[in-house]
């Protein structure tokens, strides 16, 4: 009969590295005033206005002063 068993071997885990990784770090904050963040609520803006052809003067400036709002840091 064939001894098919591993006898006493240990598994060998991988090295610690101390080291963190991207997606072990805190988040930075990314205000507002970034020019990413700005355009991309404009971008949001505009397609909301093609989507809603028929939106009031009334909401479009609405919906303008949230973004100002928003991008003033308010």
């Not at 988040?27 to 991309?40: D, K, Y």
Request: hydrophobic share 40%; with cysteine; net charge neutral.
């Amino acid at each position: 009969m064939t001894d098919l068993s591993m006898g006493d071997e240990v598994p060998r885990l991988p090295r610690f590295n101390p080291e963190p990784h991207a997606y072990d770090r805190k988040a930075r904050n990314i205000p507002l005033t970034e020019p990413t963040t700005s355009r991309s609520l404009c971008m949001l803006a505009r397609t909301w206005a093609v989507l809603n052809p028929n939106a009031t003067i009334e909401e479009r400036q609405y919906l303008a002063a949230l973004i100002a709002t928003e991008i003033a840091g308010r």
